[in-house]
């Protein structure tokens, strides 16, 4: 059964800083990619960033240069450093996981976290 929780969010002003971690347990975490997704209102669901197994990144170019995605094996948890924070980053914010295609297209994840709230004013 995989289990995906996220934590972090908060409320920050303009150009603040937030940490975002991502909790995984039942499956093998090390071989999945996981992304980072997010949700504003009114919008569709959209690719934020994307690490592989081997460690390598993926961004979107909204977010390339202040977002940063890295995971911790050991603790099975991702994480996503976003710097720079601006209003329209605000949405919720969701990790996935999967074994195949590592993408910010968010049809190739099947297992998803609840959410964690990123609001920037």
């Known amino acids: 059964h995989v289990q995906l929780v996220e934590s972090g969010g908060g409320s920050v002003q303009a150009g603040g800083s937030l940490n975002l971690s991502c909790a995984a347990s039942g499956y093998t975490y090390s071989s999945h990619c996981m992304g980072w997704f997010r949700q504003a209102p009114g919008k569709e669901r959209e690719g934020v960033a994307a690490?592989?197994?081997?460690?390598?990144?993926s961004y979107v170019p909204s977010v390339k240069g202040r977002f940063t995605i890295s995971k911790d094996n050991a603790k099975n948890t991702l994480y996503l450093q976003m710097n720079s924070l601006k209003p329209e980053d605000t949405a919720m914010y969701y990790c996935a996981a999967n074994r195949g295609w590592c993408t910010t297209v968010q049809s190739a994840y099947p297992y998803w976290g609840q959410g964690t709230q990123v609001t920037v004013s």
């Open positions: 690490i592989d197994s081997d460690g390598s990144t």
